[in-house]
């Protein structure tokens, strides 16, 4: 059964979007899950689900929608797929999320850079 899950995670209540197709294979766009929690919760739907994420997707590169990449890309071995344009926004979250009080664990760098229409 394909599906699409919402989760709202970390204080700012972003929604995390996990879209899967009838054969279980999901993929996984803006994953803000920051808490054990969030994570786990995140990882007990895929299990109850019986779902293989192929793909981590960032629409775009605000600390709420990062938050869980490393988490997400270590723990399914995903590579990032995001815009160009959203590198630097991505590499500023190193430099601002301490004066935020956000314990970030870095996101790993892009290795698929999308264009309008690519998607």
Request: charge should be negative; hydrophobic fraction near 40%.
């Amino acid at each position: 059964m394909s599906g699409i899950a919402v989760f709202p995670f970390n204080p700012w209540q972003e929604n995390t979007y996990l879209i899967y197709d009838a054969n279980g294979i999901a993929a996984v766009i803006d994953p803000g899950c920051y808490s054990r929690e969030e994570q786990q919760e995140l990882r007990s739907f895929m299990e109850a689900q019986s779902l293989q994420p192929l793909h981590l997707l960032n629409t775009h590169c605000h600390i709420d929608h990062v938050l869980g990449n490393a988490f997400v890309a270590d723990t399914w071995q995903l590579d990032l797929a995001m815009h160009q344009g959203e590198i630097p926004v991505l590499k500023a979250v190193d430099t601002y999320a301490d004066s935020m009080g956000i314990q970030y664990q870095r996101s790993p760098d892009a290795t698929l850079l999308l264009n309008e229409g690519d998607v």
